[in-house]
């Protein structure tokens, strides 16, 4: 089969770890038989500096007519001060919403050999774990192209007098609520069959719409078992207590701040990945999915070899899997990733706390190779 990927590089370590990803994908279809076709857009801080905004049109209906999109990252200092409908992020938010991937899975797991950069002691993972075990697996599936990213915002006043004032809406309809619960029972259901909604229901009137619609949809989903948890008690049981989880389902804004709280303890925010689904087909096979590592743009360590693609590589195998059905495949680059990291290398941020042996802490290049290696052999 032939596919057509975006491919969005964007800005500091974004060009370095897809370019990795990229290699890893071509391998992959060469051995299984498929060819990607990638398709470079500009989108991030190098979309402003060469057209003046941070999501051409040009780059927007590219997207549109491709089956599926990898994105590296973007932002960084020398696009900072840019007023906000400037900012390379906009061309994150304006994809999502373009494209109206709803659905944002952010999986966070510890892996065996990652067990010294998780920040936990043993005795804490195991204590929640259902079988004692010093671990944890969760999925976070955070709503992506609705709330407070989106609803309505402002200033009022000059901005210097006291009554002077800025906001913005969280604002959710059925419609938004519905759909993603569903997207995070049908996980739940592939996993281990817990859902937990977190929201901030004591407080807040659309987390309580939230709840009303959860329980009503729960009864639909009766091998499914709903808890309820509010965001403080989340961020806290997350540190204390992660073996509890299974299934997440959030709001965008506490979807993005609990994904990044999840990643270090999988020892590094260089290990996640993510897929944003859930958009319309619009006459096209596969309605396309955004892939990318939860990961920013890290500008201080841009160019320098010193990046981790393992989170743009895995985010490469969630594409086969949630977008393709190409199980096997994704299947085939998860296990390249575990033999890379049996293999005893790992790069600076998932070296754990002590003493590990330095000749085996490698840079971007040499874990790839690593994965690649093991892609080639398996
Ligand atoms: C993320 C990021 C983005 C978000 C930013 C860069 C706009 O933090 O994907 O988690 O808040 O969604
Ligand atoms: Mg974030």
């Known amino acids: 089969m032939n596919y057509s990927i975006a491919l969005v590089p964007g800005d500091g370590?974004?060009?370095?770890?897809?370019?990795?990803?990229?290699?890893?994908?071509?391998?992959?279809?060469?051995?299984?038989?498929?060819?990607?076709?990638?398709?470079?857009?500009?989108?991030?801080?190098?979309?402003?500096?060469?057209t003046g905004e941070p999501l051409p049109a040009s780059s927007m209906e590219a997207a549109k007519r491709c089956d599926a999109l990898l994105l590296g990252a973007v932002g960084g200092p020398k696009w900072e001060n840019l007023p906000g409908h400037l900012r390379p992020e906009r061309a994150l938010l304006g994809l999502r919403a373009g494209l109206g991937v709803f659905a944002n899975l952010r999986p966070a797991a510890l892996l065996p050999q990652l067990k010294d950069a998780c920040p936990l002691k043993d005795e804490v993972l195991a204590?929640?774990?259902?079988?004692?075990?010093?671990?944890?697996?969760?999925?976070?599936?955070?709503?992506?192209?609705?709330?407070?990213?989106?609803?309505?915002?402002?200033r009022d006043g000059d901005g210097k007098s006291d009554d002077s004032s800025a906001f913005d809406t969280e604002r959710y309809s059925r419609a938004e609520i519905e759909r993603?619960?569903?997207?995070?029972?049908?996980?739940?259901?592939?996993?281990?069959?817990?859902?937990?909604?977190?929201d901030k229901a004591?407080?807040?009137?659309?987390?309580?719409?939230?709840?009303?619609?959860?329980?009503?949809?729960?009864?639909?989903?009766?091998?499914?078992?709903?808890?309820?948890?509010?965001?403080?008690?989340?961020?806290?049981q997350?540190?204390?207590?992660?073996?509890?989880?299974?299934?997440?389902?959030?709001?965008?804004?506490?979807?993005?701040?609990?994904?990044?709280?999840?990643?270090?303890?999988?020892?590094?925010?260089?290990?996640?990945?993510?897929a944003s689904?859930?958009?319309?087909?619009?006459?096209?096979?596969?309605p396309p999915g955004i892939y990318e590592p939860i990961h920013g743009s890290a500008p201080d360590i841009a160019g320098k070899d010193l990046a981790n693609p393992l989170a743009a590589i895995l985010?490469?195998?969630?594409?086969?899997?949630?977008?393709?059905?190409?199980?096997?495949?994704?299947?085939?680059?998860?296990?390249?990733v575990n033999s890379a990291l049996d293999s005893g290398l790992r790069t600076k941020d998932i070296a754990g706390r002590t003493g590990y042996s330095a000749e085996r802490i490698v840079g971007t290049n040499a874990m790839a190779a690593a994965v690649m290696a093991a892609l080639k052999a398996g």
């Open 127 to 154: 204590a929640s774990h259902p079988e004692g075990k010093p671990t944890f697996d969760l999925l976070i599936v955070r709503e992506l192209t609705g709330g407070i990213y989106f609803g309505e915002r402002g």
């Open 202 to 236: 004591n407080v807040l009137e659309s987390s309580r719409f939230w709840r009303e619609i959860a329980s009503e949809i729960a009864g639909e989903y009766k091998n499914i078992e709903t808890s309820y948890m509010y965001v403080d008690n989340c961020s806290m």
């Open 13 to 50: 370590i974004g060009p370095e770890v897809t370019a990795k990803a990229v290699d890893v994908l071509a391998l992959t279809g060469h051995k299984f038989g498929h060819f990607f076709n990638f398709v470079e857009l500009e989108a991030g801080g190098r979309a402003i500096d060469s």
């Open 315 to 336: 985010s490469a195998a969630m594409m086969l899997r949630y977008s393709f059905s190409l199980e096997q495949e994704a299947s085939a680059i998860e296990a390249a």
């Open 277 to 286: 689904i859930g958009g319309k087909a619009a006459g096209r096979k596969y």
């Open 180 to 198: 993603v619960l569903r997207v995070a029972y049908g996980a739940a259901a592939k996993r281990r069959s817990k859902l937990c909604l977190v």
């Open 238 to 274: 997350l540190i204390h207590a992660p073996g509890q989880f299974d299934v997440i389902v959030t709001s965008n804004i506490f979807g993005d701040i609990l994904s990044d709280e999840a990643s270090v303890l999988s020892g590094s925010i260089g290990m996640l990945a993510s």
